[in-house]
């Protein structure tokens, strides 16, 4: 074999070898899936201009709700959902309010109210504070941050300091759960709208 075929022949298996590792630290189980639900779930802008309704809005952990009971100071206040999604509530105990809405849970609460201590109890939910969204991998601050409405998937690596100089910065990830409650990746642009408890993954690159 002449110098220049091995030399090529070294660099193929090279080029094999660290191809075999991308395959490898790529191998997430995690479904691809394509970004189709409505932007409503997350309160953004919809595909005609206009702002959806937080009435849609899914409840998750460390959301922040204003829960109102009209003639009742003692049932009314700022509750957080804790890591699991409960809420806990004065009288009623504990409610699992992940997933659902800000009405649905509105409509749980009276129930629980009524008839054992109120008849008829006229509830409001309020979301304050959405829950925050996570940016992982190849960023100057990887971290938690609070929602903002609105915000881009480049909008967040902004606000995780920018990309490392190995990052892959023209594909990137977001995790999520869907509405069945599986974990599941969205292949993301830099304006794709992220959503509150969204982890958005930036990768390394290799070449």
């Known amino acids: 074999m002449s110098k220049s075929k091995a030399i090529f022949a070294s660099r193929l298996c090279v080029a094999a070898c660290v191809l075999g590792l991308v395959a490898a630290c790529e191998n997430d189980p995690t479904p691809i899936v394509a970004d189709t639900t409505s932007l409503a779930a997350s309160g953004t ?5 206009s702002v959806a309704s937080t009435n849609d809005y899914r409840l998750g952990a460390n959301d922040r709700t204003r829960i109102t009971v009209f003639g009742q100071p003692n049932l009314t206040g700022e509750f957080t959902l804790d890591g699991n ?5 004065p009288l009623v105990g504990n409610i699992n309010a992940s997933g659902l809405t800000p009405k649905e849970l509105q409509q749980a609460i009276a129930s629980k109210l009524d008839p054992d ?21 190849e960023v100057q601050k990887p971290g938690n941050y609070p929602y903002v409405t609105d915000m881009t998937a480049l909008n967040a690596v902004a606000m995780a300091g920018g990309y490392t100089y190995r990052a892959r910065t023209t594909q990137f990830y977001i995790k999520r759960l869907d509405t069945s409650g599986r974990m599941v990746k ?22």
Request: hydrophobic share 40%.
């Open 45 to 49: 802008k919809s595909g005609n201009g």
């Open 85 to 89: 999604g409960v809420v806990a509530y």
């Open 117 to 137: 201590y109120l008849r008829n109890p006229s509830v409001s939910v309020e979301v304050l504070t959405r829950r925050p969204f996570y940016v992982l991998g």
């Open 186 to 207: 969205v292949a993301a642009k830099p304006e794709t709208i992220l959503r509150p408890g969204d982890t958005l993954e930036v990768a390394e690159r290799y070449f």
